[in-house]
């Protein structure tokens, strides 16, 4: 029979060590500009159903360092080896982040994956990077209302990107000023998602990006949006991450 007390010290013990996770596999999603983490739903539901421990950052979008900090937070979180995953700018921030020693692996979906030194605006001038910003105020930016269903999600209801446009996530201007300081690209496995029909990230500068760090590049027909307009073949690429890890 278990006392009291023992039944307080078994409470103690486990309150102090947690669940064991020695052999649990991990995967942090990082969202893009002006989104937040509720459109990886559909990729986290996939993965989860693989039976991964999943994670969804979200960033603060007020400067690189703080989502840079919040998502070291989440990583710290994790317990054994970690596929990190970032779409679009939040490709840039798995790559200052992706330095955690918890991190095996990185997926870049549609992403900037910039390397030492560089900032974002330097980087998309190579291909220039097309959207239209509505200025909130000197600092912060929106995409432009029409935008959405014309450039950054073309393949998804007009429904979808009307909701997305009304629930965009202010960002600073700063992300794109600031110089990096690593690129965890250099010391770790990369997997990347060319999204072919991209109007907002020239699929020729995703190439360009990937070509130089080494990343193996899956192709899928896509919008910008293709973790949610093509939720199966985006966790396809990062279930093999997974399985490179392993």
């Known amino acids: ?6 039944m307080f010290a078994l ?10 996770y ?24 996939i993965l989860k159903a693989k039976g991964l421990s999943v994670s969804v950052v979200q960033l603060p ?10 998502t070291r937070l989440i990583l ?13 700018y939040g490709g840039a921030v798995i790559t200052e982040a992706g330095t955690e020693d918890t991190v095996k692996a990185m997926v870049y979906v549609a992403a900037l994956q910039p390397d030492i030194g560089e900032n974002l605006t330097e980087l998309a001038k190579r291909f220039p990077m097309k959207i239209d910003m509505k200025m909130l105020d000197a600092r912060s930016f929106v995409p432009a209302a029409g935008s959405y269903h014309n450039s950054i999600a073309a393949d998804l209801p007009k429904d979808i990107t009307d909701f997305m446009s009304a629930s965009a996530k202010p960002m600073t201007l700063e992300p794109y000023q ?14 990347g998602v060319v999204s072919t029909e991209d109007k907002v990230i020239p699929p020729e500068l995703m190439r360009w990006m990937y070509a130089r760090a080494g990343t193996e590049t899956t192709d899928i027909k896509s919008s ?3 973790y949610i307009s093509h939720a199966v073949e985006t966790a396809d690429v990062i279930l093999k991450a997974v399985a490179a890890v392993d």
């Open 1 to 6: 029979m278990t006392t009291t007390k023992s």
């Open 11 to 20: 409470l103690a013990g486990i309150m102090v060590s947690g669940p064991a």
């Open 22 to 45: 020695a052999d649990a596999r991990n995967v942090v999603l990082v969202h893009g500009a002006t989104m937040d983490g509720s459109g990886w739903k559909q990729v986290y539901d």
């Open 61 to 70: 979008h007020t400067s690189l360092a703080a989502d840079v900090a919040a």
């Open 76 to 88: 710290r979180q994790q317990n054994g080896p970690t596929v990190l995953v970032g779409h679009s």
């Open 178 to 191: 600031a110089r990096f300081q690593h690129a965890a690209w250099h010391e770790k496995p990369t997997f």
């Open 224 to 226: 910008h949006m293709v």
